[in-house]
């Protein structure tokens, strides 16, 4: 294999690694953005179940007010009754508190019902807190991971881009135009092996001609369909 072939292979490997480490560091943002999601989402439904179990609290006190308030009723028709000499006020005073003592009932049972509810809810917000708690610990790891991550990357990038450079100057300029012009345009695959007289790049079948320089390798030869640089394969 020429050395120019040999060059150009290290430098491709360099440039793919270099794209990769690249494109994962373009994903920590959206890692980052869902990571915050969930943990908004953790918190909202928290929030959601503490509501509802104030608004269960409230409808409870509302509650207890109009039973408070029907009772206060009571006592002043139960004065009312028995300080009448009439008998028709009497009765009447005696079927209002009646009535008065049956819508007492019916709100104790709802009532009743209600704190049931706020029994449970208060089971439910206790374990919205927990997930809370559980999802912000975790939220603080993946997020310290992906801050760990991106220096790692960081520091890479930092050592095959120097090295990719060095390399880089080893390669003869005209030479080099081409590989960075077929890199960028070929998906990362400038550089690839003829195999059974078939380019890896394109997949085509190359002309009897171009396979056996491929295979003399005393020159650089490239795919006549799609332009890559060939180098025979095993």
Known sequence: MLKAIEQLLVLQDRDRKIRALKAELKVTPLEKKNLDEALV??????????????????ARKKMEMEVDSKRATITKLNQQKFE????EEYQAYTEEIKRFEAEIRA???????????????????AQAEKDLTEAQA?????????????????????????????LATEVEED???TYNRLFASKN???VVALEHEVCTGCHMKLTPSTAAKTKAGR????CEQCGRILYAGS
């Open 41 to 58: 989402r953790s918190t909202a439904h928290r929030d959601a179940q503490k509501l509802k179990g104030q608004e269960l609290e409230i």
């Open 84 to 87: 009448t000499r009439k008998n």
């Open 107 to 125: 709100i104790e049972d709802r009532e009743l019902e209600v704190m049931e509810s706020a029994e449970s809810q208060r089971a439910l917000i």
């Open 138 to 166: 975790l939220n603080a790891r993946q997020n310290k991971n992906i801050e760990e991550k991106v220096q790692a990357i960081g520091v890479q990038l930092t050592e095959i881009e120097a090295e990719r450079s060095r």
């Open 175 to 177: 030479l080099l135009d």
């Open 188 to 190: 990362d695959s400038a």
């Open 219 to 222: 020159e650089i030869p490239h």
